[in-house]
């Protein structure tokens, strides 16, 4: 298996000019790696709710494309996300961060953790273009391709999962994030 934080970073190497949306866990370590006004950090999340901000943003800026870092307990409080990507053409790129842990609210094990297979429910939802990695090797070999081509893509990672962390913070507030963004999306 491979950590969160190496995960992470092999996506930095690929990421281009793409908005790059974090939730949960994600926002603590995406930092490390890049901190551009294409950086959103979705801290206050309704868990499960990235997706939709993503295909939003993906929808209204389809030139530059998003990709979203997503929990697999966030993927679960919100499956119908996946249905609603395979219903629209758009450069998105979701990657669901499996630990099997609700990691940053407390450790506690995920139902269903070892067992479900978010692959086949992206498939079952319609999304065609679909990757599942769980050994940094490989990721580091299929990235280029998971993260080209059409959308919307899901990839599956696997990766530890850590007792102990604590929630993380945004590196700025809500508001500040917001103003960067769009004045940078307003830059042709």
């Known amino acids: 298996m491979m950590m969160h934080r190496d995960a992470l970073e092999v996506v930095a190497q690929h990421r281009g000019d793409r908005i790059v949306l974090t939730t949960m866990g ?6 490390q790696f890049s901190d551009t006004p294409l950086d959103f950090h979705y801290i206050p999340s309704a868990m499960g709710q990235g997706p939709a901000l993503g295909l939003g943003l993906a929808l209204a800026h389809p030139q530059r494309g998003v990709i979203v870092f ?19 053409p758009a450069s998105l790129y979701l990657i669901i961060i499996d630990n099997g842990l609700y990691e940053v609210t407390g450790g506690q094990p995920r139902v269903g953790a070892g067992r479900t297979d978010f692959a086949a429910l992206a498939r079952g939802a319609g999304i065609t273009r679909v990757y ?25 990672l696997k990766v530890e999962g850590k007792q102990g ?5 945004a590196p700025r507030p809500m508001r500040e994030q917001i103003a960067r963004l769009r004045e940078a999306l307003t830059q042709p």
């Open 26 to 31: 994600s926002v603590g370590i995406w930092p």
């Open 70 to 88: 997503n929990g697999d307990g966030c993927t679960l409080m919100n499956l119908g996300c996946l249905v609603t990507l395979g219903n629209y």
């Open 132 to 156: 599942s990695f769980d050994d940094l090797e490989a990721w580091r070999q299929g990235a280029a391709e998971a993260l080209s081509g059409p959308g919307p893509t899901v990839i599956w």
């Open 165 to 169: 962390q604590k929630t993380p913070s």
